[in-house]
């Protein structure tokens, strides 16, 4: 069975500066889909960014962007110029190809010191 | 607003109690998901229908959970005889078919607390 795991339940970062969030993956398959979800306080969670498995190269949108590796099965993600907009609960998540189901890790709660 | 609704946000009930969550998702997507959060945890998978078709339960789902989607709109889920066990943030999620992008857009939840 797939997993996903995050090994950090919680990280600060100060404002502006870098942060990375870690996820392993644990599959057999050859074919599927990464994920880093936001769910900020009591609001609805929301996609960050995705990659696909096929894709050789990191999936980057605006300050956030990933280091995809594949044969560590290492997915994780960095957010540049931390705001304070971006404290909230963050979900590495993992879709296999011809599935339609998303599976969440544990999440890593971010916290972004002023 | 045409993002995922969920209706209760909060449900505080009795064990031994039913209750039925409802939602409504993006109107134009096929697909409807439930998962269900607990504190500290990530969301779980329980059911997803295409259209209105169930087509696949989670084992978490025991026999007191039942989810329909009438007609592939809306979607309720019903918990019958209700334990502690059962609190828990149960969150709809519903996405375009087809397998290319996997994007789920979330409601913001019904919080379940059963005393």
């Known amino acids: 069975a797939q997993t996903v795991t995050q090994s950090q339940p919680e990280m600060s970062v100060q404002e502006a500066e870098t942060v990375t969030l870690s996820c392993t993956y644990d599959?057999?398959?050859?074919?599927?889909?990464l994920f880093w979800y936001k769910q900020p306080p009591s609001r609805q969670m929301i996609l960050v960014i995705r990659?696909?498995?096929?894709?050789?190269q990191n999936a980057t949108e605006n300050r956030f962007s990933v280091n995809f590796q594949k044969a560590a099965k290492s997915f994780s993600l960095k957010i540049s110029d931390s705001q304070l907009g971006d404290a909230a609960m963050y979900f590495c998540?993992?879709?296999?190809?011809?599935?339609?189901?998303?599976?969440f890790g544990k999440g890593t709660r971010l916290h972004i010191l002023p | 607003d045409t993002g995922v609704s969920q209706d209760p946000r909060h449900k505080i009930t009795k064990r031994g109690q039913n209750v039925t969550f409802r939602c409504d998702p993006i109107?134009?997507?096929?697909?409807l998901y439930w998962y269900r959060q607990t504190l500290g945890q990530g969301p779980e998978f329980l059911t997803y229908?295409?259209?209105?078709?169930?087509?696949?339960k989670s084992r978490l789902l025991s026999d007191r959970f039942s989810a329909e989607r009438p007609k592939g709109s809306f979607s309720t889920l019903e918990i019958q005889r209700t334990e502690q066990g059962d609190s828990a943030m149960y969150l709809c999620a519903s996405s375009l078919g087809g397998l290319g992008t996997g994007e789920l857009f979330f409601g913001e939840g019904s919080r379940l607390t059963v005393l």
């Open positions: 998540a993992y879709r296999r190809g011809g599935d339609d189901k998303i599976i």
């Open positions: 599959t057999s398959e050859s074919d599927y889909y």
């Open positions: 109107s134009e997507h096929n697909r």
């Open positions: 229908f295409q259209n209105e078709a169930q087509l696949e």
């Open positions: 990659q696909e498995a096929y894709k050789q």
